[in-house]
């Protein structure tokens, strides 16, 4: 009785949860956007999310910082979202007022010292690579007016999860998601579990488990923060080491 109630309580969190992020595929939102990482993109590798390099990640050069706003504390990190300068605010769109997609790979602080810093809470704003923000807007202005929503992530492969830490402490980065992107839940179980473990975001989309599990093939449940859950059988093998990366064979496609 207790596991059905639970199970049904699961559930209706899921749906609300499914149902908040519906809106923010929608509607288009106002902010405003910046850029950082030089031309190559090469100063935005790592960041909060804890993706480290972002090519062998799969995120590349299409990827923004957000503010506090939008950041949620790491929540928001691998979400997608689609951006378009705003041609009514300024005169420094690119012709045609493209868009361009970009993942949320990094945290966009706010500047105490200055009271009208782009990133400050309640402010919505993207400080995007340069070359995904050079796709919509013209150099010289260095920040423009946008318009954004969020849009399904599309991905090569299945969902990747790198493994490091120690014995009773696993802690694992969960990268390549597809969908909605961004993981609001994860679990794990070895090999001969009849449970799955639940862990917790340790900063970013690391996720941590206090469970001995060395030794033991492992698969993963993950939840992005539309409510959908992929199940990742056996993604790693008995012998799987830390500082490895494991891939699985699925994906939110």
Same mark, same amino acid.
Request: with cysteine; hydrophobic share 35%; charged share 10%.
């Given at each position: 009785?207790?596991?059905?109630?639970?199970?049904?309580?699961?559930?209706?969190?899921?749906?609300?949860?499914?149902?908040?992020?519906?809106?923010? !595929?929608?509607?288009?939102?106002?902010?405003?956007?910046?850029? !950082?990482?030089?031309?190559?993109?090469?100063?935005?590798?790592?960041?909060?999310?804890?993706?480290?390099?972002?090519?062998?990640?799969?995120?590349?050069?299409?990827?923004?910082?957000?503010?506090?706003?939008?950041?949620?504390?790491?929540?928001?990190?691998?979400?997608?979202?689609?951006?378009?300068?705003?041609?009514?605010?300024?005169? !420094?769109?690119?012709?045609?007022?493209?868009?361009?997609?970009?993942?949320?790979?990094?945290?966009?602080?706010?500047?105490?010292?200055?009271?009208?810093?782009?990133?400050?809470?309640?402010?919505?704003?993207?400080?995007?690579?340069?070359?995904?923000?050079?796709?919509?807007?013209? !150099?010289?202005?260095?920040?423009?007016?946008?318009?954004?929503?969020?849009?399904?992530?599309?991905?090569?492969?299945?969902?990747?999860? /790198?493994?490091?830490?120690?014995?009773?402490?696993?802690?694992?980065?969960?990268?390549?998601?597809?969908?909605?992107? /961004?993981?609001?839940?994860?679990?794990?179980?070895?090999?001969?579990?009849?449970?799955?473990?639940?862990?917790?975001?340790?900063?970013?989309?690391?996720?941590?488990?206090?469970?001995?599990?060395?030794?033991?093939?492992?698969?993963?449940?993950?939840?992005?923060?539309?409510?959908?859950?992929?199940?990742?059988?056996?993604?790693?093998?008995?012998?799987?080491?830390?500082?490895?990366?494991?891939?699985?064979?699925?994906?939110?496609?």
């Amino acid at each position: 009785m207790e596991k059905a109630m639970l199970l049904l309580l699961l559930s209706l969190c899921a749906s609300r949860l499914g149902g908040a992020v519906a809106q923010q !595929y929608q509607y288009w939102t106002p902010a405003t956007a910046t850029f !950082y990482g030089g031309s190559d993109a090469s100063g935005t590798m790592g960041g909060s999310c804890g993706y480290g390099d972002l090519y062998s990640a799969g995120y590349g050069t299409q990827t923004t910082a957000l503010s506090t706003a939008l950041y949620g504390d790491g929540a928001s990190c691998g979400a997608c979202y689609l951006v378009t300068c705003d041609a009514t605010g300024t005169q !420094y769109c690119k012709p045609g007022s493209p868009s361009v997609t970009v993942t949320a790979t990094n945290f966009c602080p706010p500047n105490y010292d200055d009271a009208n810093g782009w990133c400050n809470s309640p402010r919505r704003h993207f400080d995007m690579s340069q070359p995904a923000w050079e796709t919509i807007g013209v !150099y010289q202005a260095g920040v423009i007016p946008v318009n954004y929503r969020r849009v399904s992530c599309q991905r090569s492969g299945g969902i990747r999860f /790198a493994i490091s830490g120690h014995d009773y402490f696993d802690l694992v980065t969960i990268t390549n998601v597809g969908g909605a992107g /961004a993981v609001a839940a994860a679990w794990i179980m070895g090999t001969g579990g009849t449970d799955w473990l639940a862990m917790s975001r340790n900063w970013g989309e690391n996720w941590q488990s206090g469970a001995y599990l060395t030794g033991k093939a492992l698969s993963f449940k993950v939840q992005t923060d539309d409510g959908k859950v992929v199940v990742a059988d056996n993604v790693a093998p008995a012998n799987w080491q830390f500082g490895s990366t494991y891939q699985a064979s699925v994906n939110f496609y």
